[in-house]
């Protein structure tokens, strides 16, 4: 696991994308420099490459200026994540450039724990049927593993959900809504070690995903009742 700041000192200019929200937001990394964050909502399959353009846009550089890209794989929505893998590995096949993948709520909580600091709290976005990811931080802002529970098995003490992440479950507790700006975030993540390196570009899914065999049969009309 590396922190931003890391990946920025080895490749120096690196594009982050994140679409884990309704609100699509894209930021490029220099090192030496001030960074570059554009964020708006609406449809991720075109803001995730007018805002990217929009950021080397402002630079004075091309696509081909960036050494590497870091990326949010969820939890959130899963369009928009896959949206953001897709785009990745597109321009990926066009020059190779190393891709790190981070989780959101992990993001989020480093930047709750230092705004509350000593308060343990779970942060949770919907993971739809009833269910819910979470992530519980202790007091000593220590974070425990990306959980997948439902509404009954969530833990005891405060919870906080990102904003603009959609939900469509409801929480029989109280819930507080915390930032998810990515330019407040990274500034307070910056030396975390976060972001881990990907082959391939993909969503996160606390399991891999199960198929049932179809085993083809020619249709017969019901038998008749005696």
């Known amino acids: 696991m590396e922190s931003p700041a890391q990946i920025v000192a080895r490749h120096r200019c690196v594009l982050v994308l994140d679409a884990a929200s309704t609100?699509?937001?894209?930021?490029?990394?220099?090192?030496?420099?001030?960074?570059i964050w554009h964020k708006a909502d609406g449809d991720a399959g075109q803001l995730v490459f007018t805002l990217s353009a929009r950021c080397l846009k402002d630079a004075g550089l091309a696509t081909e200026a960036i050494g590497a890209f870091i990326y949010c794989d969820g939890p959130g929505s899963m369009l928009g994540t896959r949206t953001v893998a897709m785009a990745l590995r597109t321009w990926q096949v066009l020059r190779a450039r190393p891709a790190y993948a981070y989780h959101s709520l992990a993001l989020a909580a480093v930047a709750e724990q230092a705004r509350?600091?000593?308060?343990?709290?779970?942060?949770?976005?919907?993971?739809?049927?009833?269910?819910?990811?979470?992530?519980?931080?202790?007091?000593?802002g220590e974070s425990g593993p990306l959980q997948r529970l439902g509404t009954a098995e969530l833990p005891a003490g405060e919870l906080r959900t990102p904003e603009h992440f959609r939900a469509w479950s409801t929480l029989t507790r109280p819930v507080t809504t915390c930032g998810y700006d990515l330019a407040a975030l990274f500034a307070a993540a910056e030396n975390s070690p976060l972001c881990r390196m990907v082959d391939a570009p993909d969503v996160f899914q606390h399991e891999a995903p199960a198929y049932r065999q179809w085993t083809p049969a020619v249709h017969q009309a019901p038998a008749a009742k005696p």
């Open 23 to 35: 609100v699509v937001q894209a930021g490029l990394l220099r090192a030496g420099l001030p960074p």
């Open 116 to 140: 509350t600091p000593g308060q343990p709290f779970a942060l949770v976005a919907d993971a739809r049927r009833h269910s819910w990811h979470a992530l519980a931080v202790n007091a000593a």
